[in-house]
């Protein structure tokens, strides 16, 4: 069976793949918080989380992603990740999440490292 919080990132990732406003839209409650740094200002509410996403996308086909859950508990996930941009530099990633009774983020963090390589213990892909 799968986790409200597979369910979530997996959605992300398609959002992510496609920058669909209403794909970007459904992940999010109409009051989200999104940190796009643990030190940034958040975008709050559903519309600034779409503008911002789109404001500042990845082109498709352009990045790989690799994620597993590290703990899933009480509406909450801490979400392990590696992204590859095989054009500039790759990223290890933390997220936080923070989903409501309908499976939608109410707050959002993400902490990212840049790489050089490709760490040996990088999560598999789902």
């Known amino acids: 069976m799968t986790s409200a919080g597979e369910n979530w990132v997996a959605g992300y990732v398609e959002a992510w793949r496609s920058n669909d406003p209403e794909r970007i839209g459904a992940l999010f409650g109409e009051n989200a918080r999104y940190f796009s740094s643990p030190d940034s200002e958040p975008r709050v509410g559903r519309d600034a989380i779409v503008d911002g996403w789109l404001e500042d996308f990845d ?3 352009t990045w790989t992603f690799r994620w597993r859950i590290l703990r899933e508990d009480a509406g909450w996930l801490v ?3 590696y992204t590859a941009y095989p054009a500039e530099r790759d990223y290890l990633n ?3 999440v923070q989903l409501d009774d309908e499976g939608r983020a109410e707050e ?3 902490w990212y490292m840049p790489r050089t390589h490709v760490p040996e213990s990088s999560p598999p892909a789902p």
């Open 59 to 61: 082109e498709p086909g």
């Open 79 to 81: 979400v392990q990740g």
């Open 94 to 96: 933390l997220w936080i």
């Open 108 to 110: 959002f963090t993400e």
